[in-house]
């Protein structure tokens, strides 16, 4: 199948905005081009080891429920590295996860001023750090970030672009975007191992 074509019929069968097509084509198309990736059902392979699925979310509700059903994918060590602007949805996607993990949703908010929260699961402990402040490794050094590497739990962490040089290598990448024509909507992109 011509690629445009491919792709067309793959973005509708995502529920994808027209307004967001042409773009999605020509980032498909470039892989393509590119023999950078393999287009598999609704999972494109981008190198080995790692897989990019999206979803398309029309509410908040939508959003957190994507999470809970990623959530028992998690494993103790996974770090997950949101990134997004502000308002996107990463503390809602969060909040799905909490869910998904056994805590109670109601709980989760933003850690804007605490830098980091703990929501104890039924199976997992999930840490939730926002990096929003944190301009260098003192103030990474002062949350106490590393030592929660280490714990036996996940790790979410909100503006993780202010501290990609200090994530591991095997973190689980999640990109939440505004659709264009729809305020509501969300393109959510989960970029990890081949769980996702």
């Known amino acids: 199948m011509y690629m445009p074509q491919f792709a067309e019929c793959v973005l509708r069968t995502h529920s994808v905005p027209q307004s967001f097509r042409s773009v999605s084509i020509c980032i498909l198309q470039l892989l393509t081009d590119a023999n950078c990736g393999i287009y598999q059902g609704n999972k494109l392979k981008v190198k080995e080891g790692a ?11 939508q959003t ?3 999470a809970a059903e990623i959530a028992p994918l998690l494993k103790a060590g996974d770090v997950i590295a949101y990134k997004g602007g502000m ?6 996607f969060t909040r799905g996860l909490a869910k998904g993990l056994g805590v109670d949703e109601r709980l989760v908010s933003s850690p804007t001023f605490a830098l980091v929260h703990e929501y104890i699961g039924s199976g997992l402990t999930l840490y939730h750090f926002d990096m929003y ?7 990474l050094f002062s949350t106490g970030f590393y030592e929660y590497l280490e714990a036996k ?11 990609e040089a200090d994530l591991p290598d095997n973190v689980i990448t999640i990109s939440l975007s505004t ?8 393109i959510i ?5 081949d769980r996702f």
């Open 87 to 92: 308002g996107v949805g990463k503390t809602a």
């Open 64 to 66: 957190e429920n994507i």
């Open 51 to 61: 897989v990019i699925k999206s979803y398309l979310s029309n509410s908040t509700v």
């Open 179 to 186: 659709v264009t024509d729809d305020e509501n909507s969300r």
């Open 153 to 163: 739990a996940v790790v979410a962490v909100e503006w993780s672009e202010n501290i």
């Open 133 to 139: 402040r944190i301009t260098s490794c003192e103030d």
């Open 189 to 193: 992109t989960i970029e990890g191992d």
